[in-house]
């Protein structure tokens, strides 16, 4: 069973950042990859990006792509979301999933059996 965390949360105004973590068990020695997913109200949930699947591709969803960042900390066994230039519509829940995805579920939720309970992102105008 592996166990997510998210933390790093809250209001912003737009323009500005945030840093969401990750932190997790047994990821590491797992072999699991993880992943962002966000998930706003009344819409489906979103591929935020994944660090490193297959330990070489980092892939990001083209709504974030250039403003958002994942990285990693081994020895914390931690990603990190760093969110910049924030938009109004970055509003949603995002949460962290870790899983075994192959190349046709890397960017879906399906792929990724455990979930964080979700941290909220609110970017005001």
């Known amino acids: 069973q592996v166990r997510l965390v998210e933390s790093g949360g809250g209001l912003v105004q737009a323009g500005g950042s945030l840093r969401l973590s990750c932190t997790g068990s047994?990821?590491?020695?797992?072999?699991?990859?993880t992943a962002w997913f966000r998930q706003a109200p009344g819409k489906d949930r979103e591929f935020v990006g994944v660090?490193?699947?297959?330990?070489?591709?980092?892939y990001y969803g083209d709504s974030v792509k250039g403003r958002f960042t994942i990285s990693r900390d081994s020895a914390e066994n931690t990603e990190y979301l760093q969110m910049n230039s924030l938009k109004p519509e970055d509003t949603a829940v995002y949460y962290c999933?870790?899983?075994?995805?192959?190349?046709?579920?890397?960017?879906?939720?399906?792929?990724?059996?455990?979930w964080g309970q979700g941290t909220q992102v609110t970017v005001s105008t």
């Open positions: 660090f490193k699947w297959r330990n070489s591709y980092t």
């Open positions: 047994e990821r590491s020695s797992g072999g699991y990859t």
């Open positions: 999933a870790a899983g075994r995805p192959i190349l046709s579920t890397v960017r879906q939720s399906v792929g990724y059996r455990f």
